[in-house]
T-cell receptor, first 113, second 112 residues
């Protein structure tokens, strides 16, 4: 699976958009980009995933560059409850023995009032 | 659906004791994962099952750890004997097909 690089921490003002970057320059053609987050003392929570097209759901938007070497998770109107560690994970869609999701250190997003 | 249910939420035990953590996955999910989280090592995958069969246990730290899934609605992670370095939060997660995992609230284990 391709390695990802994320900034260790970011700050955002409440009500503003939070843009979390992720670099995955070694991504291969069949690998998806997944985003999870972990609020303090809770289990990780799935946010969104995509292959090459931009994706949007009720939680966030995912923008993947044309060369797929980086992506940005956008929380359009951050709230205090969005303070969490955000994990960017690159993973192929295959199953079997390679069905693993590996979490790195992620980005601690702190939303300030 | 109640989500992935883990028990106990908190466990404090003494070194050498047996610890059993339990997980009820979401009904209909065919994959079940056990993760461990510590400050030093982050989230580590210990083992995962597909249709109740263990597929990859390469993350299990040592023979003191064992996991079973006797049926589609129940899994256990056992540590025998426990050691202080096993202190961590243990998460169970389940998924159907795609790699979109739903995690439980975790079991916080403290071994004195």
């Amino acid at each position: 699976d391709a390695k990802t690089t994320q900034p260790p921490s970011m700050d955002c003002a409440e009500g503003r958009a939070a843009n979390l970057p992720c670099n995955h320059s070694t991504i291969s053609g069949n690998e998806y980009v997944y985003w999870y987050r972990q609020i303090h003392s809770q289990g990780p929570q799935y946010i969104i995933h995509g292959l090459k097209n931009n994706e949007t759901n009720e939680m966030a938007s995912l923008i993947i560059t044309e060369d797929r070497k980086s992506s940005t998770l956008i929380l359009p109107h951050a709230t205090l409850r969005d303070t969490a560690v955000y994990y960017c994970i690159v993973k192929g869609s295959g199953g079997g023995s390679n069905y693993k999701l590996t979490f790195g250190k992620g980005t601690l997003l702190t939303v300030n009032p | 659906d109640a989500g992935v249910i883990q028990s106990p939420r908190h466990e404090v035990t003494e070194m050498g004791q047996e610890v059993t953590l339990r997980c009820k996955p979401i009904s209909g999910h065919d994959y079940l994962f056990w993760y461990r989280q510590t400050m030093m090592r982050g989230l580590e995958l210990l083992i995962y099952f597909n249709n109740n069969v263990p597929i990859d246990d390469s993350g299990m730290p040592e023979d003191r750890f064992s996991a079973k899934m006797p049926n589609a609605s129940f899994s256990t992670l056992k540590i025998q004997p426990s050691e202080p370095r096993d202190s961590a939060v243990y998460f169970c997660a389940s998924s159907f097909g795609r790699v979109v995992l739903t995690f439980g609230a975790g079991s916080r284990l403290t071994v004195l």
